[in-house]
């Protein structure tokens, strides 16, 4: 075993001595002392020192190899826990802002029920934030909408499938087709055609981001153009400024029960609707992701199954939901 290997794992991250030195709770003379041993030992350069700090061709290869090691001696001790018959333990698992706020309240409460002396931490942060504390071993999961391939130390469970919807207030459709409301209603219900809609004011996802993408490909393939009045990167707040009449929005199956919830709390006259998008075919897969290779204690394969029982109803058309 290599001693306090996760020294250079912290130099590697933080790529300043005295940022890990901070971090690890020694002194920066202390951590200089240890690289210095290390390369010394090994009889090469682990680091570039200059314009900063960063890993050479050999540094990166024990980078690697270190974070295999890590990941070998977590899987024993998960192998051990296991021998003792152990409920206790802690998992770490992060999401997205929007999908956070779905799904861990309630997989918090019912975890707990299970595992009353499992922790479990969650991280709400960006997408590409969560992958890097992945790679790191600082998170077990992460929920996302980003795809599975990109690494080879990553594998997934694909959790749902989602689909796209336009969302759009009776308002807005009273104003933007004044001569078929409210029949038209009923003919979008069977899917709407996105040609029809160009004329509306659209709140979209930035671009980079999947909902957005997936419009963007449409309407490129399509030959159409949106009105995009705003972009916003919170899906939850689309919805809200659809409901108060500001814009159309475009919504993915996760978050539908929302706009049903909305809808039961909301005293106005004018409600939201949840349209399909004919000949939008494209769909969203959401996984959970882990590091390949990893193994969980019995506890852990029950937060997945757990996880996937939570996103179940989320693949129920949108009738059905709420």
């Known amino acids: 075993m290599i001693p306090n290997y996760h020294y250079f794992l912290a130099l590697a ?4 001595i005295s940022r890990a030195a901070k971090r690890l709770f020694i002194s920066h003379q202390a951590l200089s002392k240890y690289l210095k041993g290390l390369e010394t030992h090994y009889g090469v350069t682990l680091f570039h020192r200059k314009p900063h700090l960063s890993l050479t061709p050999a540094g990166q290869q024990f980078y690697e190899s270190l974070r295999q090691l890590e990941l070998l001696e977590s899987n ?13 333990g802690s998992l770490r698992i992060g999401a997205t802002q929007g999908r956070f706020r779905i799904l861990i309240p309630e997989l918090l409460v019912r975890f707990k029920a299970l595992y009353p002396h499992v922790e479990l931490d969650t991280v709400c942060a960006d997408s590409n ?6 790679l790191s071993n600082r998170l077990d999961f992460m929920l996302t909408a980003l795809p599975a391939d990109g690494s080879s130390r990553l594998e997934s469970t694909l959790l749902i499938t989602e689909r796209l919807y336009l969302i759009i207030s009776d308002n807005m459709l009273r104003h933007y087709f004044p001569g078929r409301f409210p029949a038209c209603k009923k003919v979008f219900q069977k899917g709407v055609h996105l040609e029809d809609f160009q004329h509306v004011p659209f709140i979209l996802n930035q671009k980079g981001y999947s909902s957005r993408d997936m419009v963007d490909t449409y309407a490129m393939k399509s030959n159409l153009t949106f009105n995009c009045i705003q972009e916003i990167v919170q899906a939850d707040i689309h919805y809200l400024l659809s409901a108060r ?3 159309a929005s475009f919504c993915f199956s996760m978050f539908l029960p929302g706009i049903s919830a909305a809808n039961r709390l909301d005293s106005a006259d004018s409600k939201l609707n949840i349209f399909p998008v004919a000949g939008f075919d494209t769909t ?3 996984r959970l992701l882990y590091l390949k290779g990893r193994l969980f204690p019995a506890y852990g394969q029950a937060l997945i199954s757990l996880i996937q029982e939570i996103c179940r109803p989320f693949m129920q058309p949108p009738a059905e939901i709420g």
């Open 245 to 247: 009449d500001y814009a």
């Open 284 to 286: 969203n897969p959401v």
């Open 129 to 134: 934030s969560l992958r890097e504390m992945l």
């Open 13 to 16: 991250e933080e790529r300043n």
């Open 76 to 88: 024993l001790e998960k192998q051990l826990l296991n021998y003792h018959d152990s409920d206790t």
